[in-house]
């Protein structure tokens, strides 16, 4: 039996991990698809503090290294479920296999929203992406549109104004969500052209996406952009589905709050995925600190 089972291996799973070895623990981290979380994604990472700029796959990298030559063991599995057993947790994975353990760290995070519109599907891979770090090389020398106005909308259209001829920044709102500092530099880049306050409508184009059809919140007219490709940006929702039986949840999220204690004893909550007003690198890091301290405490002294 593993002292702490990990669900999760970005950068909550990845911190509460680091913590867990340091303090003796035995971890093990299952992780559906590749670790890092979505910090992989973001093309620069400015903002952590003390290091002034990193990418965020290096970021990634670094993160798991030193949680791995800490002893830390990762194992790529989907847990599809928990259960309170008499001496802890039974987890279950999708390969069929079981695991159990005395407490566990729920950091599953969230994945990319889509906006949910007709064809987005079918035309994902020809001309949709919810990645502008994996895909933006493959339009150079072309026109794109990112849809969104948080960070990943503004950063993504920055970094790919860098690679494309041209980008339009689609926003519902004049108003961005994401920080002054990037929205300031974004309008500074000649090729970059902010749409607001439209919303997508119409994805255009057969076999391939050839531009998007948008609409005014002002006055609900409606005009084309012609694009190669459109990268959604609009947020993310959390991955908790294979859950919502074991802990309480608010809008998707699990209810937990900054001392990382859902309502079953013995499971915590860190990163994107734990109900907070606050979702960034620092803060997903921070949760997996004081997850696993939590944890720690629980195990050691059942409190
Ligand atoms: P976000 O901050 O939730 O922003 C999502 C954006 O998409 C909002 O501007 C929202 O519009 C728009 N939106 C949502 N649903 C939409 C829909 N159906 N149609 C059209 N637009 C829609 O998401 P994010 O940018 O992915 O960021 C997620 C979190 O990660 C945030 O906390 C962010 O600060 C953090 N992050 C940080 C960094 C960094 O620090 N370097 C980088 C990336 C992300 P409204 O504004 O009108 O609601």
């Known amino acids: 039996m593993a002292d702490i089972i990990i669900v999760g291996a970005g950068p909550a799973g990845l911190s509460a991990a680091i913590y867990a070895r340091r303090a003796g623990m035995d971890t093990v981290l299952y992780e ?26 290096d970021f990634a990298q670094d993160l798991y290294n030193q949680a791995v030559n800490l002893g830390a063991v990762l194992e790529f599995d989907k847990v599809t479920s928990v ?24 950091a599953v995070g969230a994945s990319n929203r889509h906006l949910g519109i007709a064809r987005e599907d079918e ?8 990645c502008a770090t994996c895909d933006g090389s493959f339009y150079k020398g072309k026109t794109v ?5 948080g ?10 104004a860098g690679i494309v ?12 969500r994401a920080e002054d500092v990037l929205v300031e530099a974004a309008k500074k880049l000649p090729n970059l052209e902010i749409v ?19 609409i005014s919140k002002e006055d609900g007219s409606k005009k084309t952009i012609d694009v190669d490709g459109l990268f959604v940006a609009i947020g993310q929702e959390p991955k908790t ?18 001392n990382c204690k859902t309502n079953v004893e013995g499971i915590f909550a860190a990163g994107d995925a734990r109900v907070k007003k606050v979702r960034q690198l620092t803060t997903a890091c921070a949760d997996g600190a004081v997850a696993a301290l939590a944890a720690i405490d629980y195990i050691k002294l059942g409190v």
């Open 32 to 57: 559906a698809e590749m670790y890092g979380g979505q910090i992989v994604n973001t093309p620069e990472v400015e903002n952590y503090p003390a290091i002034a700029k990193i990418s965020g796959f």
């Open 165 to 176: 001829d041209k980008v339009y920044l689609i926003h519902r709102r004049n108003e961005f």
């Open 123 to 130: 035309l994902l891979g020809k001309g949709i992406s919810y």
């Open 196 to 214: 607001t306050p439209y919303t997508i409508g119409t994805l255009l184009g057969d076999p391939k996406l050839s531009g998007v059809e948008v």
């Open 241 to 258: 589905a294979d859950f919502k039986d074991l802990v309480t949840l608010q809008g998707g999220y699990i209810e937990a709050g900054e």
């Open 151 to 160: 960070n990943t909308a503004v950063e993504d259209a920055i970094y790919l």
């Open 145 to 149: 549109a990112v849809n969104g106005g």
């Open 83 to 106: 259960t309170k057993t008499e001496t802890g947790f039974e987890v279950a994975l999708e390969s069929g296999k079981t695991d159990t353990c005395k407490a566990v760290i729920l």
